[in-house]
């Protein structure tokens, strides 16, 4: 075998005559933060669950640490749901160590681990309280805890910002990379790219059940070359409309990444530019995320 | 293959989590108190609103008839002067609730005496006139006849018949009569708790569900090792909080005796009151004990096991009706039976429902309970119960594994049945 903590072979999973997943294949480095991206629907979440042996695939096969995936490999794994959600009567201490138990942990290593956990998340007053008395945010905080406890190598996280404050935004940042520089692998599923551009050292883009791009986020990026603008401006933007052969990202009031298509030149954008508004900044880089997706997709 | 030490965890956490909760608490408490008051108050009541304070006038053209009758029971009954007319207005004006006529002929054998009321008057009322009636005008008759004391006491004789049953290794045992009221009470709470631990368990799945937790647990355990720690978790709750009712009940009878000794004997004759509740207390063999116990744990692993297939398909309680109509109707249909089977409880009919797996939970321990069932009767229900919840078993597992999953709509039978097919 080689390095591969995951891999997904011609993988498939059909619900009716949906093919919720269809013939996917790709494999996950040891260390590395893994971005599953796709819309609502693209087949991120069943995949997931066919990882964390909560469905099982139709047809392909599916390893973790070089086992084909099934309930002894599922202790490996700290799964976060996209849908949050515990027991809301059990108190916090008691449905940890429960759910760190039955990922295998022993009584006093979970006890252990949950402490540590929770003084991570500024939580740890809140051990003899009822899941259901906390707020929102706090539930997050113990779910978080929830799939880290037992300390796997393999994380899985579905849309872990989504309902999330900027602090804690930042600080389940903070962890998921200090959580890589220890060496675990981390799968990360969201249709928000913008949120993951950052983090991911690899990605997968699904579009309706297919894998239709995957590898080294550096190196796609690069593959596509110095190909578009952003701009951050003051004044009137409404000049951005009348831009030929180019298509606009991101576009806020001061700001707009713009893709170059064929037969447009980035130069006379800035021209045009200035006629227009005052240019704070203008750079040509890379696209984003978003374009990589949508031109992946259009192909 | 299960695994043991999450099968475990599992059962512990199902199990604490309601023991301690409140709702066990207060149905452990009022579960009884309910049951002793549907025994007591209806018995309260009827000697409350009792006829004693009802005395009906009687108009007796015989003269001695009438006197006998006020002289036996002179609270229910008092003479008249006025006749039946007068005594009919005064009905019609509400100052009676009623008056009996005895016509003089009735002493020779012909005629008969009338009970009018307002409508008072139920059933009791008048089947107990119509005996005091009887038995006066029998008495008497017999005196006038003439015939020797010995004569009498043959007449008045009461055949009394005791009740043995002989068990098939030659035990003797009195059979109070209260054997078949015994299987009617066991029916009747395995009957409650085949719906009570079954809503438990349905309503656990559906919280699982909507509350998300389920996908957690199930990234880390099977959904059917989670399903079977339920069931199991759920049953040791019931059987605890039996054994609960079962050591307060004994105690409680045990404290009874004396205290119904000092209420009914008043101190004069303790021992004697005493004596009498101890012998209306029916004897409840071991027998039957093992037997209610296997039974309604059975009843209540199959039914648990479908009450969970509906609770995964379902996301609001509300919604369970439809999926749950089949099962209720399941748990009803030997309540009809009930006396049937308790009448008679050696009868084809009885045998054969008493050993269809659904109806066995209520059916078997009445039977148990007022004969002696053949061993491969029992033997017989006992497999065919278990292989019937290893199958229900495995056709719910198949629909709970997909339906937990599932959000957004409320399943059909037919989708149900595409969940067991589904791989």
Known sequence: ?299 | MIHKEKLLLIVQREFWVRFKSKIFIVTTVLAPIIMIALVILPALIHTLSGDTTRQFPIYDETGVVGEKMVQGDSSSYRLSESDPTRLRTQLQNGEIHGFIVIPHELLDGLGSSAFYHDGSAGMSVSSRIRSDIRQHVQQIRLERLEISEEMKAVMNEEISVDNFIISDDGAEAADSGYSALVGFIMGFIIYGAMFGYGAIIMRSVMEEKTTRVVEIIASSVRPFELLMGKVIGVAMLGLTQFIIWAVAGALLLFAAGPVLTILAGGGAEPAAAGAETAVTMPVIGPVVWVGFVLFFLLGFLIYSSLFAAVGSAIEQESDSQQLQMPIIMLIIVPLLFLMTVSDNPASTLSVSLSMIPFFAPILMPVRMSVISVPFWQLGGTILLMVLTFVVLMWLSSRIYRIGILMYGKKASFAELYRWVRQD
Request: with cysteine; hydrophobic share 35%; net charge negative.
């Open chain 1, 1 to 299: 075998m080689n390095d591969s903590i995951v891999s997904f072979e011609n993988v498939t999973k059909i619900f009716g005559d949906q093919r919720a997943v269809d013939e996917v294949s790709f494999e996950v480095k040891k260390g590395r933060i893994f971005g599953l991206l796709g819309p609502n629907g693209a087949g991120k979440t069943t995949s997931i669950r066919m990882l964390t042996h909560i469905l099982v695939p139709d047809s392909g096969s599916i390893q973790l640490f070089g086992q084909p995936v099934g309930s002894e490999t599922q202790k490996l794994l700290g799964y976060l749901p996209e849908e949050r959600g515990l027991y809301k009567k059990m108190k916090v201490g008691e449905q940890l160590i429960y759910l760190s138990r039955l990922h295998g942990l022993s009584k006093p290593a979970a006890i252990e681990s949950i402490r540590y956990w929770l003084a991570r998340f500024e939580a740890e007053s809140w051990i003899h309280k009822e899941v259901g008395e906390l707020s929102k945010g706090m539930q997050q905080k113990i779910q978080f805890v929830a799939t880290l406890a037992h300390n796997p190598p393999c994380l899985i996280f579905d849309e872990p910002f989504s309902g999330l404050d900027p602090i804690n935004s930042e600080t389940l940042k903070e962890i998921i990379l200090e959580l890589r520089d220890k060496g675990k692998t981390i799968f990360f599923a969201t249709h928000r790219m913008e949120q993951v551009e950052q983090l991911c050292d690899d990605i997968a883009l699904f579009n309706n059940g297919k894998l239709v791009l995957s590898g080294d986020l550096s190196q796609i990026r690069s593959s596509y070359g110095k190909n578009t603008v952003t701009l951050r401006f003051t004044g009137d933007n409404s000049f951005l409309d009348n831009l030929k052969h180019v298509r606009i990202n991101n576009r806020s009031v001061h700001y707009a990444e713009i893709r170059l298509l064929e037969g447009s030149d980035d130069q006379a954008i800035l021209r045009e530019a200035q006629k227009h508004c005052r240019i704070q900044a203008f750079e040509l880089t890379e696209p984003g995320l978003q374009e990589i997706f949508i031109d992946a997709v259009s192909k």
